[in-house]
Each structure stands twice: as structure tokens, then as C-alpha cells.
Nanobody
Framework: QVQLVESGGGLVQAGGSLRLSCVASGIIFRIYDMAWYRQAPGKQRDMVAVITRSGSTNYADSVKGRFTISRDNGKNTVYLEMNSLKPEDTAVYYC????????????WGQGTQVTVSS
């Protein structure tokens, strides 16, 4: 059974920092591209950051320079370091795993709430 379990969310003041973690089980982690998405109330779910199985990264323009995605294949874990948080970063943050070609399969975590107060 595949599970992606996020942790590290919470309430933080604007300008503060949080580190999200997502631990994967039931998959061969190293063949998956990993990503963080977020969804604010009443809005669509948007990509925040992606890290490929080779370690290449990509970020949404709104978080570039503030957020850093990383992975530890030995721990089956992907991280999202979030600095200089803004109230507009408030959302539920989801971990996403997608198998890199030629493999198939994708999975979502249950989400973790991040709330940034002004």
C-alpha cells in the first residue's frame, strides 16, 4: 500500500519559516519525481516545487528564492524548506509522487495545513 505522509505544517507569523516533510512508503522512491502542491480555500491546487529523480528542481515564480525543495532517497523523504513566509502562502500543502518514464503511477498525500498570520 502506497502512502505519502506529510508533516511540519502549522501556524507561523509572516517572515517566519517552516519545514515540511513527506515520507513515502510502498514505492521505489528513487524512481519517482516528487513535488509539493498547495491549495488555498476556493482556489485550484497549484504546483509549488518539483524535484526530479535526478535532483533537478523547478519552482513556482511566487516562491522562487524563498522555498527550497530537497530529497533524501535513503529516507524516502522529500522536504520543502519555506522561508520569508507571507500570508498568501497560507494553504493546504500536498506531497505528490509521479513515477518517471518509463515507469507509471502517481500518488498524493493527505495534505498539511500551513497558516501564515500577518
Amino acid at each position: 500500500q502506497v502512502q505519502l505522509v506529510e508533516s511540519g505544517g502549522g501556524l507561523v507569523q509572516a517572515g517566519g519559516s517552516l519545514r515540511l516533510s513527506c515520507v513515502a512508503s510502498g514505492i521505489i522512491f528513487r524512481i519517482y519525481d516528487m513535488a509539493w502542491y498547495r491549495q488555498a480555500p476556493g482556489k485550484q491546487r497549484d504546483m509549488v516545487a518539483v524535484i526530479t529523480r535526478s535532483g533537478s528542481t523547478n519552482y513556482a515564480d511566487s516562491v522562487k528564492g524563498r522555498f527550497t525543495i530537497s530529497r533524501d532517497n535513503g529516507k524516502n523523504t522529500v522536504y520543502l524548506e519555506m522561508n520569508s513566509l507571507k500570508p498568501e502562502d497560507t494553504a493546504v500543502y500536498y506531497c505528490y509522487a509521479r513515477a518517471a518514464a518509463p515507469y507509471t503511477g502517481d500518488y498524493w498525500g493527505q495534505g498539511t495545513q500551513v497558516t501564515v498570520s500577518s
